[in-house]
């Protein structure tokens, strides 16, 4: 029976986690084993490091890995090898070699109204974000120097590391609209202009697709300028994360962005959001990027995917029924907490 590590970590990643399992079993019952871990700041409390030895070697051995979010104010002045963030999520995309961050950004018809953005903006959203997840100024060499006292970060990429997610990116977009849109700085850093040398150079592998290039000051105005233009967006690791944050409000709410980070054979499975420690234990958290992200996880790690479509499906169908999480409640709207609202999903499927 394949084997999903699963990584509640801390703050609301507590609560949305069991969720996401309960509907997963809902709809796949007796398929999978579940066995969970610490990481983040919960390992750290328990064993002093975020990412345990046991924990890396259970992600290492499982056939998928689902992880709500890690951090938290209480770590923030420990050493930064030691945090939540860089002590537990960069290694274990490192080992795991999990190069391919994928965020899909679709607007669901009932969470039109929802958006900052006018409607007419927003309506036709459905665009994917391709981030390269292992390399760049996050892995790069970094320190500080004393005389005179400075701080550097190093931005190095391999050919290699660039040509397998662009790849990605086309055989994605193969399968959508066929439309690839690489971001880069190319007017200033060298590193984007061998990026964007390498995506040339793929694209033509895949002469059905077109590429074009964005500046990512661009990319991020025409996000919210003009949004329905994009079909599959792939950039690089810094550039990314800010890119995927700010199309998480297209949606509504960064509550609604599930995410998949893949390396071909294993995929790790987490909502977009943080651990909003602010609101942790009071079941206010928005559980469906958590669960959106399971569903990706059946899809994409078990070849389910009509139990993906499923959960995807109750989800459209509890939003258009009027329910709502408190991070996405108007006037009129029905709130749920965390525990209700997933009540909700498996009563929909």
Same mark, same amino acid.
């Given at each position: 029976m394949p084997e999903i590590a699963? +990584?509640?970590?801390?703050?609301?990643?507590?609560?949305?986690?069991? &969720?996401?399992?309960?509907?997963?079993?809902?709809v796949a019952p @007796?398929?999978?084993?579940?066995? &969970?871990? !610490?990481?983040?700041?919960?390992?750290?409390?328990?064993?002093g490091s975020p990412l345990p030895p046991e924990t890396l070697a259970a992600c290492l051995a499982a056939d998928a890995v689902l992880l709500g979010a890690v951090g938290g104010p209480q770590w923030d002045t420990l050493p930064p090898a030691r945090r939540p963030e860089l002590g537990a999520l960069l290694p274990l995309r490192k080992q795991l070699e999990l190069y391919a961050n994928i965020r899909p950004v679709r607007v669901q018809k009932a969470l039109v109204g929802a958006s900052t953005l006018k409607a007419e903006v927003v309506e036709k959203v459905d665009l994917v974000v %391709?981030?390269? !997840?292992?390399?760049? !100024?996050?892995?790069?060499?970094k320190g500080r120097r004393t005389a005179p006292r400075a701080a550097y970060d190093t931005l190095i990429y391999t050919e290699d590391e660039i040509r397998r997610i662009v790849r990605l990116a086309f055989l994605w977009a193969r399968e959508r609209r066929r439309r690839v849109c690489s971001v880069d700085k190319a007017n200033i850093l060298e590193s984007s202009r061998f990026w964007r040398e390498i995506a040339e150079d793929e694209g033509r592998n895949f002469p059905d697709v077109e590429l074009t290039h %964005?500046?990512?000051d661009n990319a991020a105005m025409q996000l919210v300028r003009r949004p329905e233009q994009f079909d599959v967006i792939v950039? &690089?690791?810094?550039?990314?994360d800010i890119l995927t944050d700010l199309a998480s409000m297209l949606s509504g709410s960064i509550g609604m962005l599930p995410s998949a980070s893949l390396n071909g054979k294993k995929? +790790?499975?987490?909502?977009?959001?943080?651990? *909003?420690p602010d609101i942790a234990g009071r079941n206010l958290a928005n559980p469906l990027a958590a669960?959106?992200?399971a569903a990706m996880m059946l899809k994409y790690s078990f070849d389910l995917t009509a139990e993906s479509a499923r959960? &995807?499906?109750?989800? *459209? @169908?509890? +939003? *258009?029924?009027?329910? #709502?999480? *408190?991070?996405?409640?108007?006037?009129? @709207?029905?709130?749920?907490?965390? #525990?209700?609202?997933?009540?909700?999903?498996?009563?929909? +499927?």
């Open positions: 699963v +990584l509640p970590g801390d703050g609301i990643g507590r609560e949305i986690i069991p &969720e996401a399992v309960a509907v997963v079993q809902a @007796d398929k999978f084993t579940w066995r &969970e871990y !610490l990481v983040g700041g919960a390992a750290i409390d328990a064993t %391709m981030r390269e !997840l292992t390399g760049g !100024l996050y892995f790069g060499e %964005m500046y990512v950039t &690089e690791n810094m550039f990314g995929g +790790l499975y987490e909502p977009a959001h943080g651990s *909003a669960i959106l992200s959960i &995807e499906k109750a989800v *459209a @169908d509890v +939003l *258009a029924a009027g329910w #709502r999480p *408190a991070d996405l409640a108007g006037p009129g @709207d029905r709130v749920l907490g965390t #525990r209700e609202l997933g009540a909700k999903v498996r009563e929909a +499927l």
